[in-house]
């Protein structure tokens, strides 16, 4: 086989990362698009030594499990990878997911993992979307079908279809549906001036410098793909161009939409590589004006080429420069910058599901390794003695205490700094330890003196299946996993939270473990 080549295969399982697992004479094939059940026609977009990668052009015997997407973008756009799959089945592959990390990467096959607890909402349900401007628009000639085409049907109307090395070098996504260069197309030189050259939406799979330009995401409430509409049409009449990653030239580069789950308020967050008070003022005023529930405008300014949506320094254009959210009973600030759940009901069942498994009576001493704006201590905060809460950004501390003192909570308290460092330091010694790590897991140094603190029951909360059954497997000869309660807040993505309840294991009296 070939980069290339197209092959017949039948789906039999999903991989993390979401795509689908076929074999062609026993060599593994991780398939873009397919369902588990699938028989399909696959273009190889990669070839390596163990397996190889391709993406599906025809379906030729669908899964019972394969629907409709109703999002026209589905499969040309980075937001989602599983629209095509019904959600109770979308449920049953993240457990998988998760029970496969933990034999095959954890060592720990016999672990109960519950069924996930599933999401209030499966479309609008993300309080947190960030689009990216650029200078190179990429859109479909029309809107293809909704799923890969099924044996006997038509590609894209409007779309000629290619086969073989064409088709592998073209800027196509899952069933070979072309899209254009909108800027190539109205501007052969290249140099812009046309109006129409300029994108504001999600990235196309695989690349970090073609945006699909869309009209809206289903992930968000319809207000937003308004308000990203409205900022679309006033760059475009600015004059001012986007931003160019190769060149690093341009002024637009983000928009970041938040909005408050509670309250119904949203913050429009514009990220640009300079300041420009005149536009800035000029296009806050009109967002304020035009969408009566925009309480808040920020401008984020950044010189770095770095394709990140966060600002060096940031001027409040409209409003207090902040939203604010409800969980449980406590309000929660939110500024541009500050991480928040991006599912903000689903955040309340993976936060109910921590304190559920931290059983606190009211006299215990918490830690909360990665506490981030001090969400779960918060939260934990009236039932127990006290909360510590240790992070590195300091932005995330003075969040922290702010909701805090938002909340007349007096027992919490923050203390900025390297978590391996502050371990060696620590004040209290912890009868239940939280732990929340950032999608790459924690550190080996900080799992060593975590284990030296023998903590009597541990709280481990992940987004990310692999790292979290690696950092179990470094706790195992210490503790015995009870259990696993997967949360989804991302419907129709792969990605899944859980949380693992630990307890230390007892030493027999001739001081071995049992």
Known sequence: MRKGDTIKLKIDRVAQGGHGVGRVDGFVVFVRGAVPGDTVTAL????????????????????????????????????????????????????????????????????????????????????????SFSDRPWIMREHPPLTPPIKGGEHCAGAPTKSGEDLAQ??????????????????????????????LGLHVPGSFSKVLNIEACLLQEERGNEILRAVRRFAKESGLPPYNLK??????????????????????????SEYRRDVMELLAGFLVSSFDDVKTV??????????????EWEAVLEGPGVIEDRMWHYTFQISA??????????????YGTVAEYA?????????????????????????????????????AVEDAEKNCRANSVQNCRFVLGDIRTLLS?????????????????MHKDVVRKLLDLA??????????????????????????????QPVDLFPHTYHIESVAKLVRKRRTAQGSKR
């Open 44 to 131: 190889l977009t990669r070839k390596k030594k163990d397996f190889a990668e391709a993406r599906v052009i025809q379906v030729t015997d669908p899964s019972p499990h394969r629907v409709e997407a109703p999002c026209p973008y589905f499969g040309r756009c980075g937001g989602c990878q599983w629209q095509q799959v019904g959600y109770p089945r979308q449920l049953e592959y993240k457990k998988g997911l998760i029970e496969e990390a933990m034999a095959r990467i954890g060592g720990l096959p016999d672990i109960v993992v519950h069924d996930p607890i599933g999401s209030e909402k499966i479309f609008g349900y993300r309080n947190k979307m960030e689009f």
């Open 170 to 199: 073209a800027p196509s996504n899952t069933n070979g549906c072309l899209m254009e260069d909108v800027r190539r197309k109205s501007d052969p030189s290249g140099k812009g001036g046309d109006e129409a050259a300029v994108a």
């Open 247 to 272: 060149t690093h030239d341009g002024f637009w580069r983000f928009l970041t939409l938040r909005r408050s789950a509670y309250y119904k308020v949203w913050m429009v967050n514009v990220i640009t």
């Open 298 to 311: 920020v401008n984020n300014i950044t010189t770095r080429p770095a394709a990140i949506a966060v600002g």
């Open 337 to 350: 910058n500050s991480f928040f759940q991006t599912n903000t009901p689903g955040a309340a069942e993976l």
């Open 359 to 395: 059983e606190l009576k009211g006299s215990e001493s918490v830690l909360d390794l990665y506490c981030g704006t001090g969400t779960i201590p918060i939260l934990l905060s009236s039932r127990c003695m006290q909360v510590v809460g240790m992070e590195i950004s300091k932005s």
């Open 425 to 441: 330091s620590l004040s209290i010694r912890p009868d239940v330890l939280i732990i929340d790590p950032p999608r790459a897991g």
């Open 455 to 484: 903590v009597g029951k541990i709280v481990y909360v992940s987004c990310n299946p692999a790292t979290m059954a690696r950092d179990l497997a470094e706790m195992k000869d210490s503790y015995d996993l009870v259990e696993i």
